[in-house]
């Protein structure tokens, strides 16, 4: 056994894996897990699947994938690069000649079309040259006929429209702020989920305005499957491998946060109270990961925004 799989082995053996726990959430056949653990990297598919079978690997028993590729660098095979074959000078002849083909073909059909590109383009000119014309006449008799208005204006006019103006003034000012209060509120009573981190290992969510009870539903994609565990303020409440049909899980009342381990993210779906909710929402991969939901609920929300909007409306008097 090889120091690297000899690791990786002590790493799986105190996480409590097995070879099936570890192929089940890796994806990865148990005979290539073998063979990893051995240092038998030619039993592996090519050089390219070694590295990331063993960062995989290593991720999933927590160890630090970069690290360990970096520390074991030459004992790891390295993906080599395909062969450059240079072109024969047959080939560089018959590529010359139809790159000549090419570009003449082009400039004659752009030749045929050159006049009636320059025809539509002093069209368009003229059309924008007339158009620009009558929007400046249009302006300069509208201000014409503004101004002259205004001269005919009393002052006593005057002086009510200014009155009238502070009174409506006032009177949008309040209404304004009634309609920003409730506005505040409706915004606190919709749930709302926002993503505020993602790595290929972990994201993290904020989920405002959560209700009393809440209701989390996964399932697996497809015909695929999903090993999964949901713990709630500490406490594991659901584990097990996810198939096609829908597991319901109830998040206890009072909680404020919990988190999905999935060892298929991919592969894994979930709904919150009815709504659909991503697991990947920046599309960044990874199959092992750990997703963190930190949630306030609505009556928190509404009280903040209450608070928030009686502190505007004193500001206001």
């Known amino acids: 056994m090889s120091e690297i799989g000899q690791k990786l082995r002590d790493a799986r053996i105190d996480k409590g894996y097995t070879l099936d726990d570890l192929q089940q959430i890796t994806k990865i056949q148990k005979r290539y897990l073998i063979a990893i653990e051995e240092g038998n990297f030619e039993a592996l598919p090519g050089d390219f699947y070694v590295r990331a079978f063993v960062k995989q690997y290593a991720d999933t028993v927590g160890l630090d994938s970069e690290q360990l ?4 660098n030459d004992t790891i095979p390295q993906p080599q690069p395909q062969e450059y074959i240079e072109p024969t000078e047959d080939e560089n ?4 000649r139809t790159r000549t083909r090419n570009h003449d073909n082009g400039f004659a059909r752009f030749s045929r079309y050159l006049p009636t590109i320059i025809i539509v383009a002093v069209v368009v000119v003229i059309v924008g040259v007339i158009y620009a014309f009558a929007i400046g006449n249009r302006d300069r008799n509208k201000s014409v006929i503004q101004e002259s208005s205004s001269m005919t204006v009393s002052s006593e006019s005057s002086s009510k429209a200014s009155s009238q103006s502070s009174s409506s003034s006032s009177q949008a000012a309040s209404s ?19 993503v505020t981190s993602e790595t290929t290992t972990s994201a993290a969510f904020t989920y405002s305005n959560a209700p009393t009870n809440n209701t989390l539903v996964l399932h ?10 949901v713990t709630a303020g ?6 097990g491998t996810l198939q096609s049909a829908p597991q319901s899980i109830t998040i206890p009342s ?7 381990q ?16 991503n697991l990947d929402p920046n599309n960044v991969g990874g199959f092992v990961k750990t997703i963190t939901v930190t949630m306030t609920t609505a009556a928190a929300s509404s009280s903040a925004a209450a608070s928030s909007s009686q502190a505007t409306t004193q500001t206001s008097n």
């Open 93 to 96: 002849k018959a590529d010359t």
């Open 176 to 194: 304004s702020s009634a309609k920003k209060a409730s506005s505040a509120k409706k915004s606190t009573t919709k749930p709302k989920m926002t």
């Open 220 to 229: 697996a994609s497809d015909t695929k499957t999903a090993w999964v565990a």
């Open 234 to 239: 500490g406490t594991q409440i659901w584990q």
């Open 254 to 260: 009072g909680t404020t946060s919990f988190t999905i």
């Open 69 to 72: 590729l970096n520390e074991f």
């Open 262 to 277: 999935t060892g298929n993210a991919e592969n894994t779906k979930a709904k919150i109270n009815g709504k659909n909710f």
